[in-house]
């Protein structure tokens, strides 16, 4: 799956491979945790976060056919850039060609950081 039609995340769900799902589910719940269910929708054929004052992205995550990609705010990624040396990451995409290698503490980190951004209305 690249960019899905899917209208809503559940939709998106259906789709992905079952290999994948248990770590999509817990990425998704640790962005519910930190942004809120009406945060969630569908962008750009991936499940999205936004901000409560407009709806640009704060996080976002894909299945892509050779990795798992998390798109966190390019304000945010460099706070981490020690934690995230020696993955596969650009500007504000992280990218992960196992399940097992997604950092669920490290995400759950970068979440919290990109909602305090977020809630002083400084955005991703």
């Known amino acids: ?24 589910r817990a990425v998704r719940n640790c962005a519910l945790k930190h942004f809120g269910a009406p945060a969630e929708r569908m962008s750009y054929g991936m499940p999205a976060y936004v901000r409560s004052d407009d709806e640009a ?5 894909n299945s892509q056919k050779q990795h798992i990609s998390l798109y966190v705010s390019p304000r ?3 706070l981490y850039e020690e934690e995230l040396r020696g993955l596969d990451a ?3 995409c992280i990218r992960f060609r196992r399940p097992e290698q997604v950092n669920l503490d490290l995400l ?3 979440l919290a950081d990109s909602a305090r951004l977020s809630s002083v209305g400084n955005g991703g």
């Open 1 to 24: 799956m690249v960019q899905s039609k899917a209208a809503t995340v559940d939709d998106w769900f259906a789709e992905v491979d079952l290999k994948r799902e248990a770590v999509l």
């Open 57 to 61: 992205p704060v996080f976002a995550f």
């Open 76 to 78: 945010v990624h460099p």
């Open 90 to 92: 650009g500007k504000s």
């Open 108 to 110: 759950d980190r970068m």
